[in-house]
């Protein structure tokens, strides 16, 4: 069983910049994608950004958000830049053992973190 562990999430100002850090214990390497879900209360849970060969990004992060993939740590990060309050949500870490090319399907995720809060104060 993979576990992904976050970090770096936290209550940052309208317009700041946070790094989330999502560690496997697996190599990730040997995960097909890697990503970010987040749920805001009283939402559902959302698609944020995943990468494989690719990367993806959901339209209201697009252009804001970037990832990045450390296959020595096994870490992928998830850089958010220019923050609005809508930002505000627990985000989720996740991750495919199959050969997906995204994870903006919920079934294509096989692994899931247990949640980072980010707070946008305005």
């Known amino acids: 069983q993979v576990q992904l562990v976050e970090s770096g999430g936290g209550l940052v100002q309208v317009g700041g910049s946070l790094r989330l850090s999502c560690a496997a214990s697996?190599?990730?390497?040997?995960?097909?994608?890697m990503g970010w879900f987040r749920q805001a209360p009283g939402k559902e849970r959302e698609f944020v950004a995943s990468i494989s060969w690719a990367e993806y990004y959901g339209d209201s992060v697009n252009g804001r958000f970037s990832l990045s993939r450390d296959n020595v740590k096994n870490t992928v990060y998830l850089q958010m830049n220019s923050l609005k309050p809508e930002d505000t949500a627990v985000y989720y870490c996740a991750a495919a053992s199959r050969p997906v090319q995204h994870l903006m399907r919920f079934t294509n995720v096989d692994y899931w973190g247990q949640g980072t809060q980010v707070t946008v104060s305005s």
């Open positions: 697996e190599r990730t390497s040997r995960m097909y994608a």
